[in-house]
């Protein structure tokens, strides 16, 4: 649905060049959330406003809805106005909101319908639809100075929602908000990928907010997306630091010449047998340093870490028993063991 392809953006000001987004390929699927993650400076910003073309990329091509847009903007008047009609169909969602304070709610919500053209009724009918839509039904004619955060950012969704987009993009949407408006929102959002088929492509510096809600996620560092990939198959990737950002397991190794081996288990595969097994095929006592279980993404995993006596090269043997039961096993603090085991 949305497709990057060696997009790159370098700013120049004052005389010094700023590369922003230094080549990203990036696929989000139809009816998918998918959410980057990075920290501050690492080009998320950039990234989504080239997005929807309000920033002109320096170089690289942008395909929304199987429209390629960075070759309309490229092109004459005619063009323009394709591009116009294309950034409808994007809805975007900002961190501050961006309402205009001496408009009503519903007239905000209005406001893009105005400049598509639509007329007064027509107007008057889609945003009260809207607004109903995320649960502002009563407050249409408020203003937004008497609206709390959350109420704020679910007009500025309304908002987004005007021109029945297909896509729908968010800049730390949330981040102005306090946790449990925080929750509400991303539930609204989730509700409404669902409802509407929307997919949203969602910018966050918070790993709890991926955990909620998003299909998939990609991590940004210096311009450049270096992760990504579904929940799950993040999950299934030895060393991916998302994943472990997803979903940390913490604990130990109590002493030197110790294995310590993270076990990623998905659904209903039970460890517990898989691990006493071990201990008595191969006779050896196994620690257990922590555990969790926890819903990622809509999926159920878990994670265990357990620690065995002897280090690596001692235990190639019940370590391959492990990945024998499908058990996704990563050998904690050794990468170059790691890089093995991942092939
Ligand atoms: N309009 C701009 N002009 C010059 N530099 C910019 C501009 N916007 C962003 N940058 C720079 O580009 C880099 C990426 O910024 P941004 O995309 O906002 O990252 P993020 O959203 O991940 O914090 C930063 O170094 C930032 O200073
Ligand atoms: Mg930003």
Redesign the pocket.
């Known amino acids: 649905m949305i497709t990057t392809s060696g997009l790159t ?1 370098v ?3 004052r005389g010094r060049e ?4 230094d080549g990203v390929d990036l696929h989000v699927r139809e009816g998918e959330v998918c959410g980057v993650i ?12 080239c997005v929807n073309l309000l ?1 002109r990329p320096t170089a690289g091509t942008v395909t929304v809805a199987g429209q390629d847009l960075t070759a309309l903007a490229g092109r004459g008047p005619r063009a323009g106005k394709e591009l116009r009609q294309a950034r409808s169909r994007i809805g975007m969602v900002f961190q501050h909101f961006n309402l205009l304070s001496t408009r009503t709610v519903q007239d905000n919500v209005e406001l893009p319908l105005e400049i598509l053209g639509k007329s007064g009724k027509e107007r008057s009918r889609k945003a009260l639809e809207l607004l109903d839509l995320v649960g502002l039904a009563d407050r249409a004619g408020a203003y937004p100075a008497q609206l709390s955060g959350g109420q704020k950012q679910r007009v500025g969704i309304a908002r987004a929602l005007a021109g029945d987009p297909k896509v729908l993009l968010s ?2 949407a949330t981040s102005a908000l306090d946790p449990e408006t925080t929750r509400s929102i991303l539930q609204l959002l989730r509700d409404l990928n669902r409802q509407l088929g929307l997919t949203v492509l969602l ?1 966050t ?1 918070e790993m709890d907010v991926v955990k909620s809600v998003c299909d998939s996620a990609a991590l ?1 560092e210096n ?1 450049r997306i270096v992760e990504s990939g579904t929940v799950g198959e993040l999950l299934a990737t030895p060393g991916s630091e998302l994943a472990s950002a997803l979903f940390p397991v913490g604990g130990e190794a109590t002493g030197e010449d110790r294995t310590v081996i993270d076990v990623t288990f998905h659904g209903e595969a039970a460890t517990q047998p898989v691990i006493s097994q071990l201990s008595r095929t191969y006779n050896i006592d196994i620690s257990i340093l922590g555990a969790a279980i926890d819903t990622v993404g809509g999926l159920q995993v878990g994670r265990m870490r357990i620690e065995l006596p002897g280090r690596y090269e001692d235990n190639v043997v019940p370590v391959g028993f492990l990945r024998e039961q499908g058990l996704q096993i990563d050998v904690v603090g050794a990468p170059q063991l790691v890089k093995e085991g991942a092939k």
């Open positions: 953006k700013y120049r000001s700023i590369t922003a987004l990075g920290q501050s400076g690492a080009g998320k910003s950039s990234l989504i406003r920033e800049d730390e910018i510096h940004m311009g």
